[in-house]
């Protein structure tokens, strides 16, 4: 870890940002277990991938959760998926990749990839977002972070949603802005309040190729 002018710190090439978060999901589990939260949004059973050149985001804060969907595309059973949300109140992302492997019974392996932002002038640009993350890998630059902040006094980043599976006194870290380059992640959801995507691409195939990485 080095520090950088105006109050900037960098961590190269990290997966899910910050060990404890992947603490606080453990105990937001336990906490579900016990009855102290209620599970309220439900995801698919497929996790996707995305990738960007450049997330450059302002107001972020993250902290531990878990995710209750299906353990499959059956989705005759649930299950549980601790998560790393990370929240902004602003974002601009730049090549941003998405995709979505899926079998099908009797056609085959199916890829799903959308592709946006393609250049400096053309970026996604989002509010209030938020991605449930399973795993990242990125370099990061953060401006002004406070690292051990309890969930309910974070004071950037949009506010945690009501009916989120989170522990209120749980650990959080959260910061001024936020710079990631070569990101490569694995989510459950992103759930935004506006999402632009500028120069969107989709398409099907069946070709491993088309997965984002």
Same mark, same amino acid.
């Given at each position: 870890m080095e520090s +950088? @002018?105006?109050g900037g710190t960098r961590w190269k090439r990290f997966a899910v940002v910050m060990v404890p978060s992947v603490v606080a999901t453990a105990a937001v589990g336990i906490g579900l277990a016990q009855? =102290? &939260?209620a599970a309220s949004f439900s995801v698919s059973g497929q996790d996707f991938k995305v990738t960007a050149q450049h997330l450059e985001g302002w107001g972020f804060a993250q902290y531990g959760g878990i995710d209750t969907g299906y353990s499959s595309t059956a989705g005759d059973e649930k /299950? +549980?998926?601790p998560v =790393? !949300?990370?929240s902004f109140d602003r974002a601009e992302i730049t090549k941003m990749c998405q995709s979505v492997k899926t079998k099908i019974p009797g056609i085959g392996t !199916?890829?799903?990839? &959308?592709d946006a932002g393609p250049n400096e002038k053309?970026? @996604?640009e989002a509010k209030n977002l938020y991605i449930d993350v399973a795993q990242l890998e =990125? $370099? =990061? /630059?953060f401006t002004?972070? $406070?690292i051990g902040v309890a969930v309910k006094d974070k004071t950037r980043g949009p506010a945690v949603k009501q009916g989120e599976n989170v522990l209120p006194g749980g650990f959080a870290q959260q910061a001024e802005k936020v710079d990631l380059y070569g990101v490569k992640q694995t989510a459950w959801a992103t759930t935004a309040g506006t999402f632009k995507l500028s120069g969107l691409k989709m398409r099907l195939g069946a070709d491993p190729k088309m997965e984002c990485y």
């Open positions: +950088q @002018v105006r009855g =102290a &939260l /299950t +549980q998926h =790393a !949300i990370s !199916i890829y799903l990839r &959308l053309n970026k @996604v =990125a $370099d =990061a /630059t002004n972070i $406070d």
